[in-house]
């Protein structure tokens, strides 16, 4: 396949380029050229499902491109997969599907809607996900299902049979491209639609959109999806329509095993008495809030469980919360540190309060911050964790709500 590259002015960033999966996107192919002059075609070696269209896109994508590929979506999918799987932020360059006969144009990554809108206006149809809003329910209308599923942290022998036996029976799958990744393989007949990891809303929407048209549709979390998941954006998306548009669809959440849960089984049974999980994530709450609970925490003497502890964005979220946690809970206190439990780079580790490396932290960890009662001991030649089921009767926390006194 030959395309000429087009002639443009010196573009802002690395130009977008256009990747073709085959002879069949070649009009359309055309009139994309014809109509976004910025755009660059990459040739590459051919081949649908081959070597050479993923190879292309990989390269052009690691150079931060923003990527046009006119194949189907799953195909595009499945082509980045190799290095979405490793990637730890999903920070990166947008990537729009078009369809090879130009009838639907999808963005599945990054900030790919300006150039997706203008892409979708020169093949003269609306923009995939970001049009259309939601049909009402009438009596007649299709009664769609969407069920929310947790896949667990990482193995499927972690997975729930339920989960599997929904996978089994979708036709249209959302989630993040990860998890999507994470949760195949899947038939060919199964639409995949994958996105960036922010955008928990649009997906939630396109999910109810797609079971208002009467499709078996599921939607994928990882862990526990009503955990900092995606059942709870389907029925954020659901609450905000407020009116009957969706009210037709029936919804289901089947549960996976979160990510505290995982972990805690590694090293013992930290989680042993009463415990609670924190989001260290500032995106949708203020950090002097996610502070306060910190604290109020640590003084009732709970177990605490830290999701999303560090991120690029805000690398000193987990040395924020150290300070706080150090002035309420002793320099020994048992820190049980565990990344990609259940996946093949899994680590855990287990130290202490004082020792805690914020650097060895990072959005694929999850912390946990032993009580006053957890303990270290050695089991079959490893360190094990766990917090005993009593609680001494003189050991209680807080005396009055406004007693400032740390417990010991
Ligand atoms: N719904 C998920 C949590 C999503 S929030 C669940 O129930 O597990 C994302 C955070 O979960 C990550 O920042 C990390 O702190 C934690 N996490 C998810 N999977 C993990 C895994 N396999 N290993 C370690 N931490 C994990």
Redesign the pocket.
Known sequence: MKIAKSEMAAPVGPAPVLLVADDAGLPSASRLLDACPELIAVPHAGGVLGAGLSTALIEQYRAGHACVALADTETVIRALAPVLAHQRSPAGPAVIAVAPAGTAVAPLLGDGAALGARLAAALGIGLAGAAADPEPAGGDAPRGRLTVV?LG??TRALRAPAVQQALDQAEDIVGYLTYLNMAGPFRPEQHLHGSDNRRELDRARLALRLAAEGRRVVVV?????????MATAVLEALDEAAGPAWAGVEIEVLP?????Q??AARVGAPLGHDFCVL?L?DNLKPWRQIAERLRLAARADLVIA????RSRARPTQLAEALVVLRAERPPSTPVVI??????PD?QVRVTTLADVDPEAVD?????IIGSSLTRCVHGGGLARVYTPRWYPPDACPTSAPSDGAASS
Do not use: K, Q
């Not at 830290?306 to 502890?309: C, I």
């Not at 565990?338 to 996946?343: E, K, S, Y």
């Open positions: 947790g942290p990482g979390s990882s862990g526990d999806p009503g955990v900092f998941g996976g095993i979160s990510a505290a995982a972990a989001s994530s830290l999701y999303n502890p565990a990344r990609d439990v259940g996946r899994e959005m694929r960890t999850l912390v």
